[in-house]
DNA sequence: TGTTTCCCTAGTAAACCGATAGGAAAACTA
DNA sequence: TAGTTTTCCTATCGGTTTACTAGGGAAACA
């Protein structure tokens, strides 16, 4: 009995995704500093630099010191999933048990659970890499993706 | 940089599910005793037995203490989901920063954020869902699973 | 020169994960 | 009734992770 987690988005990949939103919602070449950011989505300003320090050496983002200084994006909004910053923030999206699925082997009647994993990760995967920053920046998910949302018990608890 | 966990099952919820598939597979009102799964699928006894607890706890298996004892389902293998066992075991499916999504809010940009991992999690349970004891004990998925499974992009890394 | 902002390293309290230990309480067997 | 088996319960534990905080150094610019 665990009333907790099962499988979880971590705050880190949360913060990472919303500072992504923050800066992809920003007019192109314009840069924004980590404490304005912060402010903006309720981060802790210094939990947030070292996320941002993440970004940047995935490559997500660019940086600048100094007085004008701040952060941008490195590419355009729309060519940057929503999986490739939890990657970035948080390493491969979905684990068994630690390990990524295709590592993983089973006996007797587990064997087909492996298959099971495999299609689970698929399935987000295919969620979180075809959805970019400038699709959710805008309010304009992909249809598939909208559809999935709006029906009412995907909004019910168990 | 880290490079670990996403969005991760985790060896409590794996070694649940092993071991009601090893319960699925034995003659219908058969019992195992829980050395038996534990052997059977290289799970820690002492562990095991505390993941059983949960099991029965859950209403998912009974339990018969004594010479004779041992464990079974508490229902019929092609009517436990997946899911089922992941919940007992781990509590919800998916959560996002330890809540779980209705209860998250948004602003500015990521207001959009919400409906995505609303739309994640729909996904996972759709396929958690659907799928049971039966089906994986058997080796057959559904063929809506076993389609996403066999597409070769879907056991690649990165 | 001085200010701003990013950047880097360390630390930390609390929770959690994956286990292990030891025994009490049933159920069955002889 | 005694003895055996197995579940059941509580407690503990080392290691890791999570979500932060603190303090200062290094660029960039005025």
Chains 1, 2 share one sequence.
């Not at 909004?77 to 089973?106: F, K, Q």
């Amino acid at each position: 009995m665990t009333d907790n987690r099962g499988m979880r988005i971590s705050a880190k990949a949360d913060y990472a995704v919303r500072a992504a939103l923050e800066l992809a919602s920003v007019s192109d070449d314009a840069s924004l500093k980590a404490e304005v950011i912060a402010a903006a989505q309720g981060i802790p300003h210094k939990f947030l630099e070292g996320i941002l320090g993440d970004l940047r050496r995935g490559g997500l983002v660019v940086s600048q010191r100094g007085g004008k200084g701040g952060y941008r994006l490195a590419r355009p909004a729309d060519t940057i999933a929503i999986a490739d910053i939890i990657r970035v923030a948080d390493g491969p999206l979905v684990s068994v048990r630690g390990v990524r699925p295709p590592e993983l082997s089973y006996v007797g009647p587990a064997e087909s659970l492996l298959p099971l994993w495999i299609a689970v990760r698929a399935n987000v995967r295919k969620i979180l890499g075809e959805v970019t920053l400038a699709d959710v920046a805008t309010a304009k998910l992909p249809e598939e993706v909208q559809g999935l949302a709006e029906d009412p018990e995907a909004w019910t608890n168990p």
